[in-house]
């Protein structure tokens, strides 16, 4: 059974950085690519980034990019999103994902506020 | 900035089929876009159902499926069930690995 255990939400300032580590078990992690989605809250999904099952492509979103880093440790199971620069606009639950089946997580609590 | 366009809303009768669909405001949507769809009930994490346009995740029941219909990708649902009340979002790989997830559509079954 495929487990993905997100941790690292919590409050932080405007212009702060957070990392989220994201736990897999029950899949060969290092064969997947692996997401972040995040949801603010009262709205739909949006996709934040992508790494490849290696780690030698990644992409982001467009309201993330040159801010958050998604990065990936295989010999630990564990996938990454460094956030810099935090804005009040990237409050929400962020969780990582495998789009092509495996699973999702269950979420962390990401709040930006002064 | 291409959107991936859902109905925001559908109802079905219970034991009743219902197709929900996932446009481009731009061009048409094709298997080339892996067309992926998700369910998420109130209060919880997201599940994928279908992906790679067709391929049901693991424990997803047969009930579900995924298709092509058009221009659009299609999630269809046979024999609805109370239960299948939820939001469900499609979700486009755009190439360059760039995901765009739709706005959602809320099925109600009564």
């Known amino acids: 059974q495929v487990q993905l255990v997100e941790s690292g939400g919590g409050v932080v300032q405007p212009g702060g950085s957070l990392r989220l580590s994201c736990a897999a078990s029950?899949?060969?992690?290092?064969?997947?690519?692996m997401h972040w989605v995040r949801q603010a809250p009262g709205k739909g999904l949006e996709w934040v980034a992508f790494?490849?099952?290696?780690?030698?492509?990644?992409d982001y979103a467009d309201s993330v990019k040159g801010r958050f880093t998604i990065s990936r440790e295989n010999s630990k199971n564990t996938l990454y999103l460094q956030m810099n620069s935090l804005r009040v606009e990237d409050t929400a639950v962020y969780y990582c994902?495998?789009?092509?089946?495996?699973?999702w997580g269950q979420g962390t609590l990401v709040t930006v506020s002064s | 900035q291409t959107v991936v366009t859902q109905e925001p809303s559908f109802s079905v009768s219970p034991g009743g089929t219902v197709t929900l669909t996932c446009g481009l405001s731009?061009?048409?949507?094709?298997?080339?876009?892996?067309p992926s769809w998700c369910q998420q009930t109130p209060g919880q994490a997201p599940r994928t159902l279908i992906y790679?346009?067709?391929t049901r995740s693991s424990g997803v029941p047969d009930r579900f499926s995924g298709s092509i219909l058009g221009n659009k990708a299609a999630l269809t649902i046979t024999g609805a069930q109370a239960d299948d009340e939820s939001h469900y979002y499609c979700?486009?790989?755009?190439?360059?690995?760039?995901?765009?997830f739709g706005g959602g559509t809320q099925l109600t079954v009564l």
């Open positions: 994902a495998n789009l092509l089946g495996a699973g």
């Open positions: 029950g899949l060969s992690f290092s064969s997947n690519g």
């Open positions: 790494i490849r099952y290696d780690g030698s492509i990644k």
């Open positions: 731009s061009g048409s949507v094709s298997t080339n876009y892996y």
């Open positions: 790679n346009t067709n």
């Open positions: 979700v486009l790989n755009m190439g360059s690995g760039i995901w765009v």
